[in-house]
């Protein structure tokens, strides 16, 4: 149905929501996108506002803040308790890491190749007696029973992206929960190449965490990030960066009593990054009016169907993709060789040509958005060939 309703719909109209279209082939969404032209609009009048009626609109931002909690919630299928604003992934991230109640002898399972900020958050809990066991994967596709076998009765959290940074690997998310809640392990998911393109209902496939960051996917500003836990968990996380806004009484600056939020939100602590959060929210209202919802995306239909495309124009000039294409892990991300070239040159030259693209892990990566188009992907062989 998904896929019928992808057909449908006029990806034109997406594309003009994005300025940058009117400059630039931009396959760069993985690395940092470019804002949506909602998300300037909504930047620009809260800058109106800020300097020309200070905080007398305070009120009215909050109250949109909260609105976008509840976006963010019905984008993965959540309660809008269950999510917390946070700055971005790594501070999510470090939610758990810090905040887990963890013994010495504890273990925390990772994957080699991970991106740094969901390796080192728990490689700093060497110092409190819990070791991160880091998985290595062959090729491009972790293999879930090579994570399992690492496992044992004192391992607590299996932390793993949604889709492999470098190599756009997608994982069965419900598969990996399925396996560590068996054994008694929770799951935090690293979920920033993933969310605002593929469907993600927590409630079916029951992830305990997940952080991701704005300023990829969802087209949003850096700084503005989403946080989700189970509500079950609430009070398994000791409270961090505890501030005036964790607290029940928040706005009761008089009433000093540690009584927390009964939520996802006594985890922002101070003030919120309410311009970020604002042009945030935009992009999650676009979304949800292009199809994406907990069970479907037309987005993510469209995605892939563009990067097949590209795969095709790519072989076609000799390059060699690494990345999974047409099948249930394939991504936004597309990792591909180009023999006998250099990629750091490559990119370059397509930078110099309104190309945007990366290279991560020695390869070139591209990462369109559902806004690219047939003549985006022939700019890119033709910055590559000339």
């Not at 479907?296 to 990067?307: D, K, Y």
């Not at 999974?324 to 006998?340: D, K, Q, R, T, Y």
């Amino acid at each position: 149905m998904a896929d019928s309703l992808s057909k449908k719909i006029d990806w034109n109209e997406f594309r003009r929501l994005m300025p940058v279209a009117e400059r630039w082939a931009y396959f760069d969404h993985a690395a940092v996108a470019p804002l949506s032209g909602p998300a300037r609009e909504a930047i620009a009048r809260w800058s109106q506002q800020a300097a020309e009626e200070g905080d007398t609109v305070w009120p009215e931002w909050a109250r949109h803040i909260e609105k976008v909690r509840e976006c963010a919630a019905s984008l993965i299928g959540a309660d809008a308790r269950e999510i917390a604003l946070v700055p971005n992934t790594t501070a999510g991230i470090n939610l758990v890491a810090e905040g887990f109640p963890w013994k010495d002898g504890d273990n925390v399972i990772t994957l080699a190749g991970e991106f740094p900020s969901n390796l080192y958050p728990w490689m700093n809990l060497a110092d409190r007696g819990v070791e991160e066991r880091r998985i290595t994967v062959d090729g491009i596709e972790p293999d879930f029973n090579r994570i399992v076998d690492s496992c044992d009765e004192r391992t607590k959290i299996i932390a793993i992206s949604w889709v492999g940074y470098s190599t756009g690997w997608r994982i069965d998310v419900e598969q990996i929960v399925e396996l560590a809640h068996q054994r008694g392990i929770l799951v935090f998911l690293d979920a920033i190449q993933g969310l605002g393109v593929f469907p993600l209902d927590v409630k079916r496939t029951h992830v305990d965490f997940l952080a991701a960051d704005g300023h990829k996917w969802m087209l949003g500003p850096e700084g503005a990030g989403l946080f989700f836990l189970r509500s079950e968990h609430l009070d398994l996380l000791r409270p961090l960066g505890v501030g005036w806004h964790s607290v029940v009484h928040a706005h009761d600056f008089t009433h000093i009593e540690m009584n927390y939020r009964l939520e996802a939100a006594r985890y922002e602590g101070g003030s919120q990054n309410m311009v970020g959060f604002l042009a945030l929210g935009e992009n999650l209202k676009t979304f949800a009016e292009f199809g994406l919802s907990p069970s479907a995306s037309p987005i993510a239909n469209r995605v892939l169907e563009i990067n097949a495309a590209a795969a095709e124009r790519l072989e076609s000039i000799g390059a060699n993709i690494v990345s999974p294409v047409n099948n249930e892990h394939s991504s936004g991300i597309l990792a591909f060789e180009m023999p006998g070239s250099d990629p750091v040159q490559l990119r370059q030259q397509c930078l110099d040509q309104g190309v945007a693209l990366s290279h991560r892990a020695g390869r070139l990566r591209i990462s369109p958005h559902a806004y690219a188009n047939d003549n985006d992907i022939e700019s890119l062989v033709s910055a590559l060939t000339n």
